[in-house]
């Protein structure tokens, strides 16, 4: 029984998880930092989670794995997210978006990964509050160590700023990978633009077939979220200060060079398909043009030694003692004149 089915017939904010386990367990790690200050730590428990919601400090709560909704849950109650954010949160097949509630702000984009030869789409969701952003991920593993990395070691100011940057980091960077991905969907399009020059294997149309799938979960993973950061720079949120503005503007713009490099991506691999398509019929053109040719030279002696192929009683050149060696000498000035004739005609 598929994890929707489930769904059917409950009230909203009912929680069902409807993807699939990618692990075992689930676990939290809190880190907690101010411009002197900063801790890192694994939660075991819920309830030793160190928030407070009148402290100074900024508070992120990641958490990698969603199908226990209980813990969802829980969460839920300690940083009072809304029942319906909750149940956004588990339905893995939510469209990237922007939700503006008085004391919070859910953000759901996809976070993309190449694994081997494909690519692997995983939702993240954020929840920014005053004083904390919360991230539930489907699985450990992500593209955040370098943020980590830079609240540890107070670089840039992430340690100086306030939550709102922080949940721009990692928007930020989520939009960047885009760029490292597209950049490896490009390269291998250029290694098969350029064996399509020399060969015009079958496999070569199903690796540009997979790449143009690639390409389809890119555009669609990165459309929306050119409307989620315009809604975010618009805001008037107080959860985002005016100075965070120039940041998502900024981002905005990344995002559209992201969107117009999928595009341009996707208009060469469709060139790819016409191009190969197009040598497919151009070679067998060319080989349906050589047994023309070579048709067309035996047509006229395969009528010769037809007509003496006939089993008449009375032909002359039968009895003819040069008759054999006339015949192949007729029969090999036709060929070198027709050769001739198809060569200035440019045929061959």
Known sequence: MSSYSKKRGLPPGSLVFTGTKKTS????????????????KEIKNIKNINYSAGSDNIYWI??????ETNIIESIGNIFSINALTLEDILNLQQRPKTEIFGDYIYITLKMLTYNGDSIDNEQISIVLGKN????????????????????????GKIRSSGSDYLAYALIDI?????FVLLEKLNSEIEVFEENLIYSFEKETLTQIYRLKREN????????????????????????????????FRDLYDHTIQVIDTAEVSREILSGLIDLYLSGISNKTNEVMKV???????FIPLTFIVGLYGMNFKFMPELSWKWGYIAVWAIMLLITFFMIIYIKRKKWL
């Open 25 to 40: 367990e689930i676990s939290i790690e809190e880190i907690e930092y101010n411009q002197t200050n900063y801790s890192r």
């Open 62 to 67: 990641n958490i990698n794995g969603l199908h």
């Open 132 to 155: 904390y952003v919360i991230t539930f991920q489907e699985k450990p593993g992500d593209i955040f160590d370098p943020l980590r990395l830079r609240i540890q070691s107070q670089s």
């Open 174 to 178: 989520v939009v960047d990978n885009y």
């Open 216 to 247: 389809l979960v890119m555009r669609n993973s990165i459309w929306p979220v050119r409307e989620l950061i315009s809604q975010l720079e618009r805001s008037e949120s107080d959860l985002l200060n005016d100075r965070i503005q120039i940041y």
């Open 291 to 297: 047994l023309t040719i070579i048709s067309t030279i």
